[in-house]
C-alpha cells in the first residue's frame, strides 16, 4: 500500500506510523493545524501558521 493511501486509512495512527521509519508527511486536520514527519520542509504557509507541529521534534 502507497504511504498516502496508509496515511488516509489510518487517521491519527498515521503520525505515528510515517514519525517511526522517518517517512517523511504532512498531515493537515480538519481544523487546518500541520504535522509535519520526517524531512518534509515547510513552506512559508506553514511558518506562518502557529499551529505548525514539527512531529520529529
Known amino acids: 500500500m502507497p504511504t498516502g493511501t496508509a496515511g488516509v486509512v489510518r487517521g491519527f495512527a498515521a503520525i505515528q ?29 506553514d511558518r506562518e501558521r502557529a499551529a505548525v507541529v514539527n512531529a520529529d521534534g
Open 17 to 45: 506510523w510515517f514519525r517511526d521509519p522517518g517517512i517523511a508527511g504532512r498531515f493537515v486536520d480538519q481544523r487546518g493545524r500541520v504535522v509535519l514527519t520526517g524531512m518534509w520542509p515547510q513552506d512559508a504557509g
